[in-house]
T-cell receptor, first 112, second 112 residues
């Protein structure tokens, strides 16, 4: 059974700092991995999608990497801003499954 | 704006009452999903529809029913609401397994 873990559960950083959020998974037979952002009381916004054959994806100040062999993905946020404060979730789709398996998320606070 | 639309955004029910959560997407996606999000439990799949005319159970289907009305619409029905169904419900869709999921903004349901 696939399990997805995100550490730390919460992270507080000063504005301007570069930071890394971690996601680990137990079964390397994934189809793709998706990073989402969730603001309090809101829905999930897709940030980046990495296919199993890819190593990384970039969008603006965000860079996500994938290492299937080690069961890890990282989300790198450059030059963090207070507007980046949110909960970040990683989720995995496995081949032959319709289900997204989510981690519990990392709550990020960027202090001005 | 293109995307996944959920109604209502908020609802309070009394135990035993019934209601239907509505979801519609305008991206011509084949697959649609219902998730619930609970503190400490993360997001869990309730039901999904891989294509028009089909529905299947997810992790936590008990107490719910679904209808894929057409390609655009996928509804979730609570026949006899229970306090344990107090949660935030998210609808999602995707076109093919190769692509990521798009989520709606959620329905916050309280059963008293």
């Amino acid at each position: 059974k696939q399990e997805v873990t995100q550490i730390p559960a919460a992270l507080s950083v000063p504005e301007g700092e570069n930071l890394v959020l971690n996601c680990s998974f137990t079964d390397s037979a994934i189809y793709n991995l998706q990073w989402f952002r969730q603001d309090p009381g809101k829905g999930l916004t897709s940030l980046l999608l990495i296919q199993s054959s890819q190593r990384e994806q970039t969008s603006g100040r965000l860079n996500a990497s994938l290492d299937k062999s080690s069961g890890r993905s990282t989300l790198y946020i450059a030059a963090s801003q207070p507007g980046d404060s949110a909960t970040y979730l990683c989720a995995i789709t496995q081949g032959g499954s319709e289900k997204l398996v989510f981690g519990k998320g990392t709550k990020l606070t960027v202090n001005p | 704006n293109a995307g996944v639309t959920q109604t209502p955004k908020f609802q309070v029910l009394k135990t035993g009452q019934s209601m239907t959560l509505q979801c519609a997407q305008d991206m011509n996606h084949n697959s649609m999903y219902w998730y619930r999000q609970d503190p400490g439990m993360g997001l869990r799949l309730i039901y999904y529809s891989a294509s028009e005319g089909t529905t299947d159970k997810g992790e936590v289907p008990n107490g719910y029913n679904v209808s894929r009305l057409n390609k655009r619409e996928f509804s979730l029905r609570l026949e006899s609401a229970a306090p344990s169904q107090t949660s935030v419900y998210f609808c999602a869709s995707r076109n093919r397994a190769l692509y990521g999921y798009t989520f709606g903004s959620g329905t916050r349901l309280t059963v008293v």
